[in-house]
């Protein structure tokens, strides 16, 4: 896998939390700064966290 083959999940959504989290993509302030230099091993790891606090971030369904 190729760095050009691991998309930046930018919407162009840029606006930080209080936590330094993007609301658009939900990565931190650093991941977002260190994305172009990063080896795929780190943009991997870099879009799972992204992940995680994007599902965390959503209010649980009704029951």
């Known amino acids: 896998m190729t760095s050009a083959s691991l998309q930046s999940p930018c919407i162009r959504n840029c606006c930080l ?3 330094d989290i993007c609301v658009g993509c939900y990565r931190s302030l650093q991941e977002i700064t260190q994305w172009s ?5 780190v943009k991997l790891i870099i ?4 992940k ?6 959503r209010p649980p369904l009704p029951q």
């Open 17 to 19: 939390n209080d936590n």
């Open 37 to 41: 230099a990063a080896r795929d091993e």
């Open 47 to 50: 879009l799972e966290r992204a």
């Open 52 to 57: 995680q606090r994007k599902q965390a971030a």
